[in-house]
Structure formats: structure tokens, C-alpha cells
């Protein structure tokens, strides 16, 4: 099992900032690559951004430029800097770990995290 516990969530104003965390905890090894998705209120749910073992990133396009997804790996965590929010950024934010280990994958999330960007 793997526990996954975001934080950084909070309240902005548009063109602020946050950094969001991501700390998984549990049986990690394997983990072969770890995403933020998001969903706001009457939308589905959305890859915002991922990030491999190998450290390769993958972004929305609504997000380019804007965020950066990165990974500590001393610390088990992975991190999504959110730099000139808009208030279409609003969403609950929640992080996901897959696990691959001999052809078989699991897929782990986090409690999400609220991300609130004013106009």
C-alpha cells in the first residue's frame, strides 16, 4: 500500500502563487510515476501534470509555462509549483502514484488538497 498526503492548498488571489506537496509514504518502491490531477465543481476530472522515475514531466496545456511538477526523492515527495494563477485554476488538486511491478500496476491517490484562486 502506499499513502499519499498532499498539502499547500489554500486561498489566492489571480496571479499569485502556491506550491503544492505531495508525501508518499508506504510501500514506494516501484513507483514509476507519480501526476496532479484536478477537478472543479461540475467538471471532470483533469491531468494537470506528471512526472516519471526517470524525471521526464508531462503538463495540460492550460498549465504550461505556468506550472512546474517536480520530485525530491530524499523526501518521498513530489511537488507542483503553481506560479500566475487564474480563477479557472480552481479546483481540488489531488495527487496520484502509479506502481508497476512484474506487469501488474496499482493506483494510488491522496485526499486532495482545495486550491481557491479570487478574481
Known amino acids: 500500500q502506499v499513502q499519499l498526503v498532499e498539502s499547500g492548498g489554500g486561498l489566492v488571489q489571480a496571479g499569485g502563487s502556491l506550491r503544492l506537496s505531495c508525501a508518499a509514504s508506504?510501500?514506494?518502491?516501484?513507483?514509476?510515476?507519480m501526476d496532479w490531477y484536478r477537478q472543479a465543481p461540475g467538471n471532470q476530472r483533469e491531468l494537470v501534470a506528471g512526472?516519471?522515475?526517470?524525471?521526464?514531466?508531462n503538463y495540460a496545456d492550460s498549465v504550461k509555462g505556468r506550472f512546474t511538477i517536480s520530485r525530491d526523492n530524499n523526501k518521498n515527495t513530489v511537488y507542483l509549483q503553481m506560479n500566475s494563477l487564474k480563477p479557472e485554476d480552481t479546483a481540488v488538486y489531488s495527487c496520484?502514484?502509479?506502481?508497476?511491478?512484474?506487469?501488474?500496476?496499482?493506483?494510488?491517490w491522496g485526499q486532495g488538497t482545495q486550491v481557491t484562486v479570487s478574481s
Open positions: 512526472i516519471t522515475s526517470d524525471g521526464s514531466t
Open positions: 508506504g510501500s514506494i518502491l516501484s513507483i514509476n510515476r
Open positions: 496520484n502514484a502509479v506502481k508497476t511491478l512484474l506487469g501488474r500496476s496499482w493506483s494510488y
